[in-house]
């Protein structure tokens, strides 16, 4: 069964950091391109990053670039986002999804695989 799992959400202070992790089962994360996204309440899901699996290249949204990195491990067959100097614009419920094709893309009408989310509140 496809299956996309993410961790490591929580609450932390403005300023602080996270790393979130997606744990892939089914398939090999190696072979496909995987993205993160959140959706805050009452807004619209977010494109944040997606790392290609072909060339390593990663695109970032611009509300997050310089503070949040998108890495794999391909033997954990995980990916992770690490993300720092938060703020409370960055509270949301965080996604992690596959690619339908071989796209790079944060847009998520190209995902086919979802994972539950993890939520991640940034709080003083």
């Known amino acids: 069964q496809v299956q996309l799992v993410e961790s490591g959400g929580g609450y932390v202070q403005p300023g602080g950091s996270l790393r979130l992790s997606c744990v892939a089962s089914g398939f090999t994360l190696d072979s496909y391109n995987i993205g993160w996204f959140r959706q805050a309440p009452g807004k619209e899901r977010e494109g944040v990053s997606c790392?290609?699996?072909?060339?390593?290249?990663?695109v970032y949204a611009d509300s997050v670039k310089g503070r949040f990195t998108i890495s794999r491990d391909t033997a954990k067959n995980t990916v992770y986002l690490f993300m720092s100097n938060l703020t409370p614009e960055d509270t949301a419920l965080y996604y992690c999804?596959?690619?339908?094709?071989?796209?790079?893309?944060?847009?998520?009408?190209?995902?086919?695989?979802w994972g539950q989310g993890t939520q991640v509140t940034v709080s003083s």
């Open positions: 999804a596959r690619v339908k094709g071989f796209i790079t893309t944060l847009n998520p009408n190209f995902y086919n695989t």
């Open positions: 790392t290609s699996s072909s060339d390593g290249r990663a």
